[in-house]
């Protein structure tokens, strides 16, 4: 059975969608800093310690539903 990506893999798959989530996997993908091996609730964190809008926030945790969706088929 083939390994499911992470989070952060998941998301920069996005990076040409034309929506909210494309327009945060372009940001996650262009941020060195970005913390792909931490969960949630430590992204969530990490957004709001860089002054992130709340659309951003709610978008962040938009993605982690559609990604978990994802990993349960």
Do not use: C
């Amino acid at each position: 059975m083939a390994q499911k990506p992470s989070f952060t893999a998941w998301l920069k798959t996005h990076k040409k969608d034309q929506n909210a989530i494309g327009d945060l996997a372009r940001d996650v993908a262009a941020d060195p800093d970005w913390p792909s091996r931490r969960q949630l609730s430590g992204q969530r964190e990490y957004l709001e310690e860089r002054g992130a809008i709340p659309a951003a926030v709610a978008t962040l945790e938009r993605a982690w539903e559609l990604y978990e969706a994802q990993q349960e088929r």
